[in-house]
Nanobody, 129 residues
Framework: QVQLVESGGGSVQAGGSLRLSCVVF????????MGWFRQAPGKEREAVVT???????????SYAESVKGRFTVSRDNAKNTLYLQMNTLQSGDTAMYLC???????????????????RGRGTQVTVSS
């Protein structure tokens, strides 16, 4: 059973940075399609970034327009961990951030939350202006 555990959230002022981590247990991250999603109170859940990288497939990484140029996803296969570096944070980035994984390859664009079989419980990010 694949389990995902997020960490790294917190409170930060606008313009600041945070790095989120998602540790994967029970399966190698190398062949998983991974994603970061977020949900703010009263708003729909939205995809932040989905990424797919292994030796057999061309890397596919898609970002939401709202985070392009500010957020960067990366993975450390040795640590079985997915990261999300978030820079120039804005109040609109305030949300619960959730990590997700699936066996099948990612779609060409952002892969939808509903298609991810494995999901973490999230880490809260609060940005104050």
């Amino acid at each position: 059973q694949v389990q995902l555990v997020e960490s790294g959230g917190g409170s930060v002022q606008a313009g600041g940075s945070l790095r989120l981590s998602c540790v994967v247990f029970g399966y190698s991250i190398e062949t998983l399609c991974m994603g970061w999603f977020r949900q703010a109170p009263g708003k729909e859940r939205e995809a932040v970034v989905t990424t797919d990288s292994n030796a057999d497939r061309t890397t596919k990484t898609s970002y939401a327009e709202s985070v392009k140029g500010r957020f960067t996803v990366s993975r450390d296969n040795a640590k079985n961990t997915l990261y999300l570096q978030m820079n120039t944070l804005q109040s609109g980035d305030t949300a619960m951030y959730l990590c997700a994984a699936r066996y099948a390859s990612c779609w060409g664009g952002l892969t939808e939350w509903e298609s991810f079989k494995f999901r973490g419980r999230g880490t809260q990010v609060t940005v104050s202006s």
